[in-house]
């Protein structure tokens, strides 16, 4: 009997999550999103306080099918792919050495050697509009653009 109810409440939760991501107007997404886990996190915790904590498990489970969508219409998508991020920065040895020479600066811009200093600005806007953070960009990248530029700028000087 409560696998059944287990599996139901999988079930529903995940259809109306599925539901609401396919119908609600694109604006209005992030707000019912959140409304519909509220509900789901309250209805959860009510049964886990009367016993039925195979329930409240599958309501919470009908809600990780659907993890990325709930996480970022609580804006905590950005933090959980920057944290992935700098996970993997730190496994692979080198990756944040911090040492960048002219020839990778360039290759990060991707610009030829010897840059204008106006072909680096433009670059440098290029490549952070695609990549800049609050646009779900990568932290490291940007930082990675900003110090290209940086360096390429500070050797036009000199």
Avoid at 27 to 32: E, Y
Avoid at 87 to 98: D, E, H, K, L, R
């Amino acid at each position: 009997m409560i696998l059944i109810l287990w599996l139901l409440g999988i079930l529903i939760v995940a259809l109306t999550v599925r539901q609401l991501l396919k119908s609600a107007p694109t604006n209005g997404k992030p707000f019912l999103l959140r409304v519909v886990v509220v509900l789901v996190l309250l209805v959860a915790a009510a049964m886990a306080m009367r016993g039925l904590w195979p329930v409240a498990m599958s309501l919470l489970g009908g809600l990780m099918i659907y993890g990325r969508p709930v996480l970022q219409a609580f804006g905590l998508w950005r933090q959980f792919q920057s944290m992935q991020q700098k996970q993997q920065n730190q496994s692979t040895p080198g990756a944040n050495s911090g040492t960048m020479d002219t020839a990778t600066a360039c290759q990060i811009l991707e610009l030829e050697e010897n840059p204008s200093k106006e072909d680096i600005l433009a670059a440098h806007k290029r490549m952070m509009a695609k990549n800049h953070p609050d646009k779900g960009g990568s932290t490291y990248l940007a930082s990675q653009i900003n110090q290209a530029k940086d360096l390429l700028l500070a050797e036009l000087e000199n």
